[in-house]
């Protein structure tokens, strides 16, 4: 199969599809890999890295899509690069289709067989595509909001953890998953008062039994919410439904009763965000205020930290590139249910329940 790893060209985009370990094994295995010219710079890879795997290097993207079987990206595909793809090409990247319909359309008009790391599932259940980027942003979201809330970034003037006989900040994180257990983590670990909410205690016992009275946890109702986000001095919106789009846990009233400078870092912005008031930003204009509070709402906050998202991502993208490389997508997909979770799009159709929801559009399982 001849698989194609164009450059990302979203904001601040450095991570890249494969790395040249990875480019390496493909190789072995009789395929082609074409890979755009400093497509991995950003991520600490050169082209004669790439090279050295076995790969060809393309000067332009264009050239990649239009003779490539397999393109293997991090980002949703823009518009310059929707236009490029093709009717039975396979797209293997992040997609986030619930909250962009107009991305949704396009994949739908072009005819690709676009599959999304977001919705690809194990067998118990999760989401190992989208954990590892889960890890880093939610680990990140700590760090931001404490940079954020000092005073020449607009926030409260507030240091996370505090000095002896100053109180430190309060952090709230919405959701106890991979994003919100290493937001607490991080800032838990750097002195802040944290308190982890979820709508269900069975969601909250992993947080309890991880840290015990470091941080605290409770059932998410929108009284608490409000309460507690009347307190805060960073909120960090981590609650997401697979596919679907994010809850909105924080309403715009809410976020006119927090104090002025308070930060919210929504790191569900790429399925909606879990506040009212969020809307995405990049990494070149990150954020904005609204009713006195900094909104942070980056749709690709790990392209900030590129060497090390890129080898978590591609850590577990890696078994199913191959998969899809060696058999093809029908067979691949029809071999391993969980991989067939991350199909989108198939014939103009959509073959995600939650997604064809969200976006109120007639769902089409997908026929094999």
Request: charged share 20%; hydrophobic share 40%; net charge neutral.
């Amino acid at each position: 199969m001849h698989v194609g790893v164009p450059k990302e060209i979203k904001d601040n985009e450095f991570r890249v599809g494969l790395t040249p370990s990875i480019t390496g094994e493909l190789v072995a295995r009789g395929h082609r890999v074409t890979v755009e010219r400093q497509a991995g710079a950003g991520a600490g890879f050169s082209d004669d890295d790439y090279r050295n795997a076995g790969a060809e290097i393309a000067d332009r993207a264009d050239s990649i899509f239009s003779q490539a079987e397999l393109i293997v990206k991090v980002k949703e595909p823009l518009t310059t690069e929707r236009k490029l793809l093709r009717r039975g090409q396979v797209l293997f990247t992040y997609l986030h289709l619930a909250p962009d319909p107009e991305q949704t359309k396009a994949l739908m008009e072009s005819g690709v067989v676009a599959i999304a790391y977001e919705t690809v599932t194990d067998r118990d259940g999760r989401l190992p595509l989208l954990t590892p980027m889960s890890e880093v942003a939610g680990r990140m979201a700590a760090q931001i909001g404490a940079q954020y809330l000092e005073r020449p970034h607009g926030g409260r003037g507030i240091l996370l953890g505090g000095v002896p006989g100053v109180m430190p900040a309060e952090v709230l994180v919405i959701g106890s998953g991979t994003v919100g257990g290493n937001a607490a983590l991080i800032a838990s670990g750097m002195g802040a008062v944290v308190t982890v909410i979820a709508p269900d205690p069975d969601f909250l016992r992993p947080i309890a039994a991880r840290f015990g009275t470091a941080v605290r946890t409770l059932v998410s109702t929108p009284d608490t919410v409000d309460a507690l986000c009347r307190r805060a001095d960073l909120v960090i919106g981590a609650a997401l439904v697979p596919g679907a789009t994010a809850p909105k846990v924080v309403k715009a009233e809410t976020v006119k009763t927090m104090k002025r400078g308070a930060v919210i870092v929504d790191v569900a912005i790429d399925q909606g965000g879990n506040a009212e008031t969020s809307r995405p930003t990049t990494h070149s204009h990150p954020t904005y205020i609204e009713h006195g509070v900094v909104h942070y709402c980056v749709t690709n906050m790990p392209g900030a930290v590129p060497r090390t998202s890129t080898f978590a991502l591609t850590n577990a993208t890696r078994p199913f590139v191959l998969a899809l490389a060696d058999k093809g997508w029908r067979k691949a997909l029809a071999e391993n249910s969980h991989l067939r979770n991350g199909l989108n799009v198939l014939d103009g159709n959509i073959t995600h329940s939650a997604v064809a929801e969200a976006l109120k559009l007639p769902y089409k399982p997908p026929e094999l």
